[in-house]
């Protein structure tokens, strides 16, 4: 004879609530906790030896400093670079 499990799922009943803005010093140490973070996964993509993540992250790395560029300074973050040459 087998055994029979029966597996109920509720409903959360739990709602979120919208979350109040950070201030800006909670955002700038948000965005240094993830500099940080993705610096720490590009460093152990490269030991591993896996170019196309490290290039992933090191993409990744730049959109979270243009989006401290954005919050921090009243300039677009490629404005002053010249932009119509290829690398």
């Known amino acids: 004879m087998t055994d029979v499990f029966e597996i109920i799922v509720e409903p959360n009943i739990r709602r979120r609530r919208g979350r ?3 201030s ?3 955002r700038a140490a948000a965005l240094f906790r993830v500099w940080h973070s993705v610096r ?3 460093e ?3 030991r591993l030896g896996d ?3 490290v290039h992933f992250l090191a993409v990744s790395q730049l959109l979270v400093e243009e989006r401290v560029t954005m919050l ?3 300039v ?3 404005a002053l670079a010249d932009t119509s040459l290829p690398n």
């Open 24 to 26: 800006e010093k909670k």
């Open 40 to 42: 720490e996964m590009i």
């Open 72 to 74: 921090t300074s009243n």
């Open 51 to 53: 170019g196309e993540l």
């Open 20 to 22: 109040a803005p950070l």
């Open 44 to 46: 152990e993509a490269e």
């Open 76 to 78: 677009a973050a490629f």
